[in-house]
């Protein structure tokens, strides 16, 4: 089976932008769940989407939006960027509520 | 909420000595424990988990033990190779639908020493 797929693996923005990442998760795996890495906070929870439906949120502002899709995609959206949220997006994807398995990430850089 | 707590922050061992990674969490309805392997420049792999009705459990050179009691959990990594070098997470979450979180702790960077 093909692992999880995000999509952009690299990106650059500025200040005040937004972005969107994209999450595909293993094939069959209904779960998707985004985490933030960073040096300095390490892995931070973000959300988790079960059949189209965020059914948990971390302590993130409302800046940090996501949703996922009927084919269980997902992706995450990040509003009026800021120099801190500069970090390593992961997107992890599970057949059941636990085992998670993540993706590459996408590697966020606000200048 | 769940915290989890990792120590040390870093570990150095000879090739073929044992490693043994140790973690700390709060929340006693914690229920699943899964330990990840991260490389550069790339996510976290799933090496191995356990869950709270099991005290121990192996997979070849790795291995995880449980205690629910003093609410600490460890990796133990015997006959280290260079390639077990990396960055090791901690983590814990209760297997509970709506609550199904991880809470990681802070990484050990593990270096090998050839």
């Known amino acids: 089976k093909a692992g999880v797929t995000q999509t952009p693996r690299y990106l650059i923005k500025t200040r005040g932008q937004q972005v969107t990442l994209s999450c595909s998760p293993i094939?069959?795996?209904?779960?998707v769940s985004w985490y933030q890495q960073t040096p300095g906070q390490g892995l931070q929870f973000l959300f988790e989407?079960?059949?189209?439906?965020?059914?948990n949120k971390g302590n993130f502002p409302g800046r940090f939006s996501g949703r996922q899709f009927s084919n269980s995609r997902s992706e995450m959206n990040v509003s009026t960027l800021e120099l801190g949220d500069s970090a390593l997006y992961l997107c992890?994807?599970?057949?059941?509520?636990?085992?998670?398995?993540f993706g590459p990430g996408t590697r966020l850089t606000v200048l | 909420g769940e915290n989890v707590e990792q120590h040390p922050s870093t570990l150095s061992v000879q090739e073929g000595d044992s490693a043994v990674i140790k973690c700390t969490y709060s929340?006693?309805?914690?229920?699943?424990f899964p330990w990840y392997k991260q490389e550069l420049g790339k996510g976290p792999q799933l090496i191995i988990d356990?869950?709270?009705?099991?005290g121990e459990k192996k997979d070849q050179r790795i291995a995880v033990t449980l205690n629910k009691t003093a609410k600490h959990f460890s990796l133990h990594i015997t006959e280290t190779q260079p390639e077990d070098s990396a960055v090791y997470f901690c983590?814990?979450?209760?297997?509970?639908?709506?609550?199904?979180?991880?809470?990681f702790g802070k990484g050990i960077t593990l270096s090998v020493r050839p």
């Open positions: 989407y079960f059949s189209e439906t965020q059914r």
């Open positions: 983590a814990a979450s209760t297997s509970a639908g709506a609550n199904s979180k991880l809470t």
């Open positions: 094939s069959g795996h209904r779960s």
């Open positions: 356990i869950r709270s009705n099991v």
């Open positions: 992890a994807s599970s057949p059941v509520t636990d085992t998670q398995y």
């Open positions: 929340d006693s309805a914690s229920n699943y």
